[in-house]
């Protein structure tokens, strides 16, 4: 149902890591967030893992079969007087686009936030769905004039 995410993608971020560079998205390059896809039924499922992020800080679109997902993660109003002894949790912006195949319906997407995961659900079109097709038999003989 899905094409495959570019496979660079993985070893730019195992790159940033190591780098150093890979701590925190921008709007011009925002990091990846992880994704599970899987069928359920009549329905293609999404689940991206978003914890932290604002529920309206969250952006679905698609634009023909092209779905992107964005989100922002911003940093915690602290205290005045607050030190900050370690901070590993990526901030900044994520994005994710995924190729969905013609044979689902893309305008009957539902997305639900909870607990930190974002699930998008995609029902398959009804023209993919399998069906049975009679077979109705002949009137009888016919006659061929030539």
């Known amino acids: 149902m899905l094409m495959r995410?570019?496979?660079?993608?993985?070893?730019?971020?195992?790159?940033?890591?190591?780098?150093?560079?890979?701590?925190?998205?921008?709007w011009s390059r925002p990091s990846a967030m992880p994704m599970d896809a899987y069928r359920e039924g009549d329905e293609y499922v999404l689940a991206l893992d978003l914890p932290g992020v604002d529920p309206e800080a969250i952006d679905?679109?698609?634009?023909?079969?092209?779905?992107?997902v964005k989100a922002e993660r911003r940093p915690l109003a602290k205290k005045d007087g607050t030190q900050v002894e370690l901070s590993e949790r990526p901030l900044g912006v994520f994005s994710r686009?995924?190729?969905?195949?013609?044979?689902?319906d893309t305008e009957h997407?539902?997305?639900?936030?909870?607990a930190g995961v974002l699930t998008v659900r995609i029902?398959?079109?009804?023209?993919?769905?399998?069906?049975k097709i009679s077979v109705g038999a002949g009137s009888g003989r016919k006659e061929i004039r030539g």
């Open 5 to 26: 995410t570019d496979p660079f993608r993985e070893l730019d971020r195992l790159t940033q890591q190591f780098l150093g560079n890979g701590a925190s998205g921008t």
């Open 60 to 68: 679905i679109d698609v634009e023909r079969n092209m779905l992107t």
């Open 97 to 104: 686009q995924v190729m969905l195949a013609d044979t689902l």
């Open 109 to 114: 997407i539902d997305a639900d936030y909870d």
């Open 123 to 131: 029902p398959i079109a009804e023209r993919a769905k399998p069906r």
